[in-house]
């Protein structure tokens, strides 16, 4: 038996990251190409946490470790969609204690992106020069795929 494919699509405001992964595939943490703003080192004083859209440069995924979904939800070959809302700090880390499940059509796959998204890192969002807290919502689409082989002997041409 072939193993299944599973699609995990997540966008972070306006930046998207696709993971295809296998089943089998060895567990590595998925690293975007995203830059460092100019802001990084330079600490807003202010304890305000800001709106995505109010703040020059948004929050971007630096790192997230690979999903680990369990194989009842890949085999089950739904689509699923999760919102998440969560603050990220001046510094570029998740705080934990914001994450909040906005929107979710199956509650088995919101533990592991809560998981997912606590142990990720961002670079933080800009005010100015400031690194600043913003508010960041993520939209997570999962769609588990199941590749069937077909023997070529059953292949009939196309007419």
Same mark, same amino acid.
Do not use: H
């Given at each position: 038996?072939?193993?299944?494919?599973?699609?995990?699509?997540?966008?972070?405001?306006?930046?998207?990251?696709?993971?295809?992964?296998?089943?089998?595939?060895?567990?590595?943490?998925?690293?975007? /190409?995203?830059?460092?703003? %100019?802001? =990084? !080192?330079?600490? +807003?004083?202010?304890?305000?946490?800001?709106?995505?859209? &109010? #703040?020059?440069?948004?929050?971007?995924?630096?790192?997230?470790?690979?999903?680990?979904?369990?194989?009842?939800?890949?085999?089950?070959?739904?689509?699923?969609?999760?919102?998440?809302?969560?603050?990220?700090?001046?510094?570029?880390?998740?705080?934990?204690?914001?994450?909040?499940?906005?929107?979710?059509?199956?509650?088995?796959? /919101?533990?592991?992106?809560? %998981?997912? =998204? !606590?142990?990720? +890192?961002?670079?933080?969002?800009?005010?100015?020069?400031? &690194? #600043?807290?913003?508010?960041?919502?993520?939209?997570?689409?999962?769609?588990?795929?199941?590749?069937?082989?077909?023997?070529?002997?059953?292949?009939?041409?196309?007419?």
């Amino acid at each position: 038996m072939v193993p299944p494919r599973f699609f995990f699509t997540t966008t972070v405001l306006a930046i998207s990251i696709s993971l295809v992964a296998g089943c089998a595939a060895a567990a590595r943490p998925v690293i975007t /190409n995203a830059p460092a703003p %100019a802001c =990084v !080192g330079n600490p +807003s004083t202010e304890n305000k946490v800001y709106a995505a859209s &109010a #703040v020059s440069v948004r929050p971007a995924l630096r790192e997230s470790p690979p999903p680990g979904f369990p194989q009842k939800i890949i085999d089950d070959g739904l689509e699923r969609r999760v919102v998440l809302q969560f603050v990220v700090d001046a510094a570029g880390v998740v705080d934990t204690s914001t994450i909040t499940v906005e929107e979710s059509n199956d509650f088995r796959l /919101n533990k592991y992106l809560i %998981a997912m =998204v !606590g142990a990720s +890192s961002y670079w933080p969002g800009c005010l100015g020069d400031k &690194a #600043v807290a913003s508010r960041v919502v993520v939209v997570s689409t999962f769609r588990a795929e199941q590749t069937i082989l077909v023997p070529r002997s059953q292949v009939r041409p196309r007419e």
